[in-house]
C-alpha cells in the first residue's frame, strides 16, 4: 500500500491570489473570513490534480479576479508530495498565447495551452484507463 502526504503547495496567480506558499506540517488548518482565498486553495488541488474545481466544474475560471491586468502572466500551481517516502512535485501551469501579425503593433489572444511537470519534467496530460 502506498503512502501518499501533501506536504505543500504554491499558488502563483491563481484566482485571487499573486503568490501563496502553504507547507502542511502534520494537521494543517485553514481558516478565515469569507473571501480570503480559503477555496482558492482547494480549487487549485483539484485543479492541479484533476482538472476541476470544488464543484466538479472542469470549465471554471482560473485567471486572476483581483488584478486583471496579470492575466496575461501565467497562472501556476505546484504541488509537494511524498510517496512513499520519495518527494514528488508535480505543477501545472496555464498559458496564454498572444501574436503580433506582421504589420500590426498590438498582439491578439490566440489561445492556451497547459504544460503539466512531474518533478520539473514537462509532461503530457494523458488519461489514465476507465476514468473520465
Known sequence: MKKIEIKGINLTNFKGILKLSLNFSHNTDIFGANGTGKSTVYDA???????KNAEEKKDFSIKNTVDTSLNRQDHEVEGLFEINGDPITLRK??????????????????????VYFWNEVPMQAKRISGQS
Open 93 to 114: 501551469v496555464y498559458k496564454e498565447k498572444w501574436q503580433k501579425k506582421k504589420g500590426s503593433e498590438v498582439a491578439e489572444y490566440t489561445g492556451n495551452e497547459t
Open 45 to 51: 488541488f483539484l485543479w492541479l490534480l484533476f482538472n
